[in-house]
């Protein structure tokens, strides 16, 4: 058994002498100042190479195409935060066992890898953050991405409509068999997530479920599938185009710690499922969509605050400060008299009483007073009787 891994105080270039370790198991040289272009040999330095993390260098130019069809023991693939161009090798199909891939942050190019959909162990794919682009098609596999539970390609230019089919053969985030046949790597390794908007590096990635399609050109509604991954933990489908409502179904997403759906064209009212059922939920996120009406309350959505449904100028509720109609004590309204009597009616009689009273008594005294002095005065008599002759 070999193990290979150097500081950047000792290697700043990855020389073709790499190629002669024919008994290499482990190449681990992540967060170098590494440079150049990968060798040729990479994938076929030995039949028994296991690991390889060249994450986070300067690696330049394109992946190596060639894999050995003898090549079965590949299981940790991290190329991650590097400047790799060109498309994603299609020799990685022979890599039977691989269990991890990592290409994030680097300018790829190329259409979504469905071929990689029949690797049976595959479990952790990450695209983020290249120029993958394109419709993700109906895959021809009879069951796809078995062992897939993080799925992570945001950040690219994939369009069309989301993937419904894989979501409905993720079979490892659908039956909570997560971390059953987890593979003991030698080194403590671990892969980024992006985490509540922020990336964190994951130790114990083989029990994690995320999902994140956001920053794509994604349209269409939210597949009901969705609500049948029931084990799922971290669902992001931020920035994309989506329309249609939210389905009732994310409501069977029980675990669920963080869902992001905002920036995007929903409509319609947020389903009163969410918030009965999703009892783990730490952050919610559903701003600038174009939702309406009452936000459900329940036991974490009484937690969150405006920043959850910014932008929905039709939401009403707790936490903001819109009032929905008819939450409130009703605004006070004149009622007019009714004619059978009452209250108001009563009240309104005895004041045009009281004012009529006030008002005609001095003028009563004033006319009294008159003629007791001087008898019946004719302006008065042709005002009151008319002008009789």
């Given at each position: 058994m070999g193990n290979l891994t150097l500081s950047s105080?000792?290697?700043h270039t990855?020389?073709?002498?790499l190629c002669n370790l024919n008994s290499l198991e482990y190449l681990h040289l992540s967060q170098n100042n590494l440079r150049g272009p990968l060798p040729q040999c990479l994938w076929n330095i030995s039949n028994n190479l296991e690991f390889v993390d060249l994450s986070r260098n300067q690696f330049e130019g394109t992946i190596p195409t060639h894999f050995a069809k003898g090549n079965h023991w590949l299981h940790y693939i991290n190329l991650k935060g590097n400047h790799l161009e060109g498309s994603l090798p299609r020799g990685l199909v022979n890599c039977s066992f691989l269990t991890v891939l990592d290409v994030g942050n680097n300018k790829l190019v190329d259409s979504f890898p469905h071929w990689l959909d029949v690797l049976p162990y595959l479990g952790v794919l990450i695209l983020r953050s290249n120029q993958f682009y394109g419709i993700i098609r109906t895959s021809k596999t009879r069951s796809p991405f078995q062992k897939l539970h993080i799925f992570d390609i945001s950040h690219n230019e994939f369009s069309g409509a989301l993937p419904r089919y894989y979501f409905?053969?993720?079979?490892?985030?659908?039956?909570?068999?997560?971390?059953t046949d987890v593979i003991m790597f030698p080194y403590y390794d671990y892969i980024d997530l992006v985490l509540k908007w922020r990336e964190f590096p994951v130790v114990n990635f083989s029990i994690f479920t995320l999902i994140d399609l956001s920053?794509?050109?994604?349209?269409?509604e939210i597949p009901k599938a969705l609500g049948s991954l029931h084990y799922i933990r971290f669902l992001n489908l931020s920035h994309n185009q989506l329309a249609g409502s939210i389905p009732l179904s994310l409501g069977n997403l029980s675990i669920l710690e963080v869902l992001d759906l905002s920036s995007n064209?929903?409509?319609?009212?947020?389903p009163e499922q969410l918030a009965k059922s999703l009892t783990f939920l730490a952050?919610?996120?559903?701003?600038?969509?174009?939702?309406?009406?009452?936000?459900?309350h329940g036991p974490q959505f009484n937690t969150f605050n405006n920043d959850s449904y910014l932008g929905n100028t039709a939401l009403c509720g707790f936490p903001l400060t819109l009032q929905c109609q008819g939450s409130g004590p009703p605004p006070p309204q004149a009622v007019p008299a009714s004619p059978s009597g009452g209250e108001d009616s009563e009240n309104f009689g005895w004041r045009s009483v009281v004012v009529g009273y006030c008002c005609g008594m001095p003028f009563g005294f004033v006319v009294g007073y008159l003629a007791f002095l001087y008898g019946r005065p004719r302006w008065f008599v042709r005002f009151v009787l008319g002008d009789k002759k």
């Amino acid at each position: 058994m070999g193990n290979l891994t150097l500081s950047s105080s000792t290697m700043h270039t990855l020389d073709s002498w790499l190629c002669n370790l024919n008994s290499l198991e482990y190449l681990h040289l992540s967060q170098n100042n590494l440079r150049g272009p990968l060798p040729q040999c990479l994938w076929n330095i030995s039949n028994n190479l296991e690991f390889v993390d060249l994450s986070r260098n300067q690696f330049e130019g394109t992946i190596p195409t060639h894999f050995a069809k003898g090549n079965h023991w590949l299981h940790y693939i991290n190329l991650k935060g590097n400047h790799l161009e060109g498309s994603l090798p299609r020799g990685l199909v022979n890599c039977s066992f691989l269990t991890v891939l990592d290409v994030g942050n680097n300018k790829l190019v190329d259409s979504f890898p469905h071929w990689l959909d029949v690797l049976p162990y595959l479990g952790v794919l990450i695209l983020r953050s290249n120029q993958f682009y394109g419709i993700i098609r109906t895959s021809k596999t009879r069951s796809p991405f078995q062992k897939l539970h993080i799925f992570d390609i945001s950040h690219n230019e994939f369009s069309g409509a989301l993937p419904r089919y894989y979501f409905e053969n993720f079979e490892e985030i659908r039956n909570a068999s997560v971390a059953t046949d987890v593979i003991m790597f030698p080194y403590y390794d671990y892969i980024d997530l992006v985490l509540k908007w922020r990336e964190f590096p994951v130790v114990n990635f083989s029990i994690f479920t995320l999902i994140d399609l956001s920053h794509n050109h994604f349209h269409g509604e939210i597949p009901k599938a969705l609500g049948s991954l029931h084990y799922i933990r971290f669902l992001n489908l931020s920035h994309n185009q989506l329309a249609g409502s939210i389905p009732l179904s994310l409501g069977n997403l029980s675990i669920l710690e963080v869902l992001d759906l905002s920036s995007n064209q929903l409509v319609g009212k947020i389903p009163e499922q969410l918030a009965k059922s999703l009892t783990f939920l730490a952050v919610l996120n559903l701003s600038y969509n174009h939702l309406v009406g009452p936000i459900p309350h329940g036991p974490q959505f009484n937690t969150f605050n405006n920043d959850s449904y910014l932008g929905n100028t039709a939401l009403c509720g707790f936490p903001l400060t819109l009032q929905c109609q008819g939450s409130g004590p009703p605004p006070p309204q004149a009622v007019p008299a009714s004619p059978s009597g009452g209250e108001d009616s009563e009240n309104f009689g005895w004041r045009s009483v009281v004012v009529g009273y006030c008002c005609g008594m001095p003028f009563g005294f004033v006319v009294g007073y008159l003629a007791f002095l001087y008898g019946r005065p004719r302006w008065f008599v042709r005002f009151v009787l008319g002008d009789k002759k």
